[in-house]
């Protein structure tokens, strides 16, 4: 799960860029939140991610204990071009892993966190 500060631009992101779909939405008026589900499938088959926006919060600090997300793609180089030409925001440019040999890139979405692409063969 991901605290936004916007949800429809945080909607946008993953789906539009990232390639994901939206898969639902809820709000929850009393306690003054609303949530949206993306992911490239539905569970239990994929992965979902969360996106929580709380009324009135447009923005968090990230603190110490987040990392990043991580999401295997077919080809890093290509995935980050289509990112890239969508909009996003490439952090680092595919290629080798320090001391190793997995392709990998990082990007950023509109809230700051961080999302690695981890080249795999998918065969």
């Known amino acids: 799960m991901l605290r936004v500060g916007n949800l429809q631009r945080s909607i946008d992101f993953y789906t539009k860029v990232?390639?994901?779909k939206l898969l639902r939405?809820?709000?929850?008026?009393?306690y003054k939140y609303s949530l949206a589900f993306v992911g490239y499938g539905n569970n239990p088959d994929h992965a979902e991610l969360e996106l929580t926006y709380n009324w009135g919060v447009e923005s968090y600090e990230m603190g110490?204990?987040?990392g990043h997300l991580a999401i295997a793609v077919s080809d890093a180089y290509e995935a980050c071009d289509k990112i890239r030409n969508a909009g996003g925001k490439v952090t680092?440019?595919?290629g080798p892993v320090k001391g190793g040999t997995t392709v990998i890139a990082f990007i950023t979405d509109p809230d700051g966190y961080k999302?690695?692409?981890i080249q795999r063969n998918f065969s």
């Open 115 to 117: 999302v690695e692409l």
């Open 25 to 30: 939405t809820s709000e929850n008026p009393e």
């Open 64 to 66: 110490t204990a987040y």
């Open 18 to 20: 990232m390639g994901m």
């Open 92 to 94: 680092r440019e595919a």
